[in-house]
């Protein structure tokens, strides 16, 4: 059943159109759902990017993509790591690990994944690893950490584990030189029903703009402009 859902996955992004692999370029925004949703009418966190800072921005986040993937995982996008092209960036823009942690772990006892994501000391692991690279590029990396969804059903119980892995992150960036974090929290409120789609999982075009436009706001502050 995986396997199955895996594909359907891929068929889908093959449908919807995935941004094509880009070497270089001004911001570059990797990941999974939450900054892909409504992609097909061009309001995706990406586009909301690009049209408040009026700079480049290419995204290649995916349905479904995660952190940690193998076999099927590395198709279509699904492997987070291996939408990060080669470089230079000005900006790298990235989120992850919800997938992770309902596909390894149903989201609960994910304590081992966690740990293979971003250690407890918050210095080794899948997510620093992936950041270290980013920063190779010559890029600034953003982390988005995401909202809260009380009531859906796609990741129930996945709560404690993604708190958890943000502090990490959060940490991991505090002490790292052009690697900033940012709570997606902070602005998207889930109680206000016009933020989420139908699914209760995934931002709406207003959600979406919500997000974007905040992502937008600390990369106009970071690069002085």
């Known amino acids: 059943m995986r396997w199955f859902f895996i594909l359907?996955?891929?068929?889908?992004?093959?449908?919807?159109?995935?941004?094509?692999?880009?070497?270089?370029?001004?911001?570059?925004?990797?990941?999974?759902?939450?900054?892909?949703?409504?992609?097909?009418?061009?309001?995706?966190?990406?586009?909301?990017?690009?049209?408040?800072?009026?700079r480049d921005v290419v995204s290649r986040a995916a349905l479904g993509a995660r952190l940690r993937s193998g076999g099927l995982g590395a198709l279509g996008g699904l492997s987070i790591p291996d939408q990060l092209s080669a470089g230079p960036w000005n900006w790298v823009v990235m989120n992850g690990?919800?997938?992770?942690?309902?596909?390894?772990?149903?989201c609960t006892q994910c304590d081992d994944e966690i740990d293979q994501l971003i250690a407890p000391a918050a210095q080794n692991g899948?997510?620093?690893?992936?950041?270290?690279?980013?920063?190779?590029?010559?890029?600034?990396?953003l982390w988005v950490g995401y909202y809260e969804a009380p009531t859906s059903r796609s990741f129930q119980g996945c709560r404690p584990g993604l708190v958890e892995l943000e502090r990490r992150i959060a940490i991991y960036a505090g002490a790292k030189e052009g690697v900033y974090f940012i709570d997606a929290e902070d602005v998207l409120d889930p109680a206000v029903p016009a933020l989420l789609a139908s699914d209760r999982t995934h931002p709406s075009a207003a959600g979406s703009a919500l997000i974007g436009r905040f992502i937008a706001r600390e990369i106009a502050t970071r690069s002085g402009g």
């Open 97 to 106: 690990g919800a997938n992770d942690l309902g596909f390894a772990c149903g």
């Open 126 to 141: 899948a997510i620093p690893d992936l950041i270290a690279r980013a920063r190779a590029t010559g890029a600034r990396v």
């Open 8 to 54: 359907v996955l891929v068929l889908h992004l093959t449908a919807c159109g995935i941004a094509p692999r880009q070497s270089g370029g001004d911001i570059l925004v990797i990941g999974d759902s939450v900054l892909a949703w409504n992609r097909t009418s061009g309001q995706d966190v990406g586009h909301v990017i690009g049209a408040a800072l009026g």
